[in-house]
């Protein structure tokens, strides 16, 4: 029974290039949430998805960043033309129909920009 | 607008003893529900412990317990007989409970984190 998967678990990336965080929600779950973690911060809200619709994407940065959520497939975090502001921890959740209270947490990828 | 403190950046604590996790939370939702997590240095995110607001008794998981005080807004973290495997970061989190029909019920608040370590 696996968890919520993260991939990858560390990115590094020049300024300027682009950032494909991937995750694959727990079996049976069809909504998925990121947040994000700046050092020594709690996590922030950034978007809500079910498959094929982004239910609120509130704490998204307006440029830069996009979310989706394929019918086939995992749900992608792209930040375009990154900066060295981006560098976080990016966290996926995810949770049943129903159940968005019950969200479980992947071990989020470690984004870097030198 | 919804908000949780943690007042306690850090602290220092011997093992075995129990400690006690600070956390307050602003809302105006007549519904919701408060988590604890805790963040080992690994930096996955663990989920400890869900109080609902109307739940009628405090939450407990083992060595858990949280301590809910409404009318004060405040949801401490109790942990019982400390283990050096308890150090940690701890986030206290909340989110309104509308139902699943509300995106905003999605969001989870979390506080800034409390970094617990324990002394042998």
């Known amino acids: 029974n696996a968890g919520v998967m993260q991939n990858p678990r560390h990115l590094v990336r020049r300024r300027g290039q682009e950032a494909r965080l991937r995750c694959s929600p727990m079996?049976?779950?069809?909504?998925v949430y990121w947040y994000r973690q700046l050092p020594e911060e709690g996590l922030k809200f950034m978007v809500y998805l079910q498959k094929e619709n982004i239910i609120d994407e509130s704490g998204m940065p307006k440029e830069r960043f996009s979310a989706e959520f394929p019918k086939e497939g995992p749900s992608i975090l792209r930040i375009q033309q990154v900066v060295r502001g981006d560098s976080a921890a990016y966290f996926c959740?995810?949770?049943?129909?129903?159940?968005?209270?019950?969200?479980?947490f992947g071990p989020g990828t470690r984004l870097t920009v030198t | 607008a919804q908000k949780i403190t943690q007042t306690q950046p850090g602290m220092f604590v011997q093992e075995k003893e129990a400690v006690t996790l600070d956390c307050t939370y602003d809302?105006?939702?007549?519904?919701?529900?408060l988590f604890w997590y805790k963040q080992p240095s690994s930096g996955e995110m663990i989920f400890l412990i869900y109080q609902g607001s109307y739940d009628q008794q405090n939450a407990t998981e083992g060595r858990y317990s949280l301590n809910f005080q409404k009318a004060r807004k405040s949801a401490n973290l109790v942990i019982s007989a400390s283990q050096l495997g308890d150090s940690a970061m701890y986030f206290c989190a909340m989110r309104p409970t509308w139902g699943e029909g509300y995106s905003s019920a999605s969001k989870i608040i979390f506080g800034s984190g409390t970094r617990l370590s324990i002394r042998p």
């Open positions: 809302t105006s939702d007549p519904s919701y529900g």
């Open positions: 959740a995810s949770s049943r129909p129903g159940q968005v209270y019950e969200q479980y």
């Open positions: 079996k049976g779950h069809s909504h």
